[in-house]
């Protein structure tokens, strides 16, 4: 009875190992394969996410081409949200709920640690692939350099926003590194919540200086045709790469070569173009590699508690 016993455990564990070796088999076909052992998700929709730069419905209505430009390239319906925050958008990106994000170079930079996003295309304005932040005084001013504004403590400061890349953030950065140790002590700040409204403070004189992207006193001079002759930049910061498209990392990478070849072929399309200038200010696209993008961590770690965790 014994010897039977033993045979009938001999053989349930041979079988036993038969079946596993046949299981794990079966999986290393499957993985060859594309099979369940390495699942790529299925895309049927794609929700492309923006940060409000005009009213909610008013993108909304300017990005319809764009929806339909890209439902077509990609062969998938991609529907626009306006987002209420960066916040939002970041998170919806994190949680899969936004596939796409259009994000600033901070945004960029806070959406990669938070959410590992990966970015690939840019903006194109005048030309370039990126921009500087400038410093504006009035024509008549004593200022003449930043040099000038490190060398004066007790002036006043407008930006639009204590978290704009150009408004703030990048100059102020700068002012650092010039010797200026406390810039809430060394100077008065105001945010006026606009690169617009920091400049016209420079020219009705409740301000010093501004700090603006270049060149603000274009969106000026329909209004006021001499803003040039009563502004002049004094300075500017080192450059910054422009904004551009993001995708969450856990989409397939079929599909984001497909986003960044679409939106690339934006290029010669004038009317799908059009609407990126309507809504960003494109005037064209760049493909974009995350590396660029370490001169702006470098700021954002300076500014890290301010810009929020």
């Known amino acids: 009875m014994k010897k039977f016993l033993a045979m009938l455990l001999?053989?349930?564990?041979?079988?036993?190992?038969?079946?596993?070796?046949?299981?794990?088999?079966?999986?290393d076909d499957e993985k060859a394969n594309g099979g369940e052992g390495e699942k790529t998700e299925e895309i049927t929709e794609l929700t492309m996410g923006f940060i409000p730069s005009q009213e909610a419905d008013t993108i909304a209505d300017n990005v319809k081409p764009l929806e339909e430009y890209l439902s077509e390239q990609l062969g998938v319906p991609v529907k626009a949200e306006v987002m209420i925050d960066f916040v939002g958008l970041v998170e919806g990106m994190r949680t899969g709920q936004v596939d796409i994000g259009f994000t600033n170079p901070f945004g960029y930079v806070q959406a990669k640690e938070r959410a590992d996003v990966d970015v690939l295309v840019k903006a194109i304005r005048h030309g370039s692939d990126k921009y500087k932040a400038q410093y504006v005084a009035a024509a008549d001013s004593k200022l003449n350099s930043v040099e000038d504004i490190v060398a004066t403590e007790g002036l006043t400061w407008a930006y639009g926003d204590p978290l704009s890349t150009s408004g703030f953030l990048f100059p102020a950065s700068q002012l650092m590194e010039m010797g200026i140790e406390n810039l809430d002590t060394f100077f008065n700040q105001t945010a006026v919540q606009s690169h617009d409204n920091a400049a016209l403070a420079v020219l009705d004189g409740s301000a010093d200086f501004a700090t603006t992207f270049t060149d603000v006193r274009d969106n000026l001079e329909k209004d006021i045709p001499d803003v040039k002759e009563k502004?002049?930049?004094?300075?500017?910061?080192?450059?910054?790469?422009?904004?551009?498209?993001?995708?969450?990392?856990?989409?397939?990478?079929?599909?984001?070569?497909?986003?960044?070849?679409?939106?690339?072929?934006?290029?010669d399309n004038p009317e799908v173009l059009k609407v990126m200038n309507e809504v960003y200010t494109w005037d064209g696209i760049a493909e974009a590699k995350d590396e660029e993008f370490d001169v702006v961590r470098d700021v954002y770690n300076k500014f890290k508690d301010q810009l929020g965790e």
């Open 231 to 267: 502004l002049k930049v004094i300075g500017f910061t080192d450059e910054i790469p422009n904004d551009g498209v993001s995708v969450r990392k856990d989409l397939p990478e079929d599909m984001k070569n497909k986003i960044r070849e679409a939106f690339l072929a934006i290029n």
């Open 10 to 27: 001999a053989l349930g564990l041979l079988l036993a190992v038969t079946a596993c070796g046949a299981s794990e088999e079966g999986s």
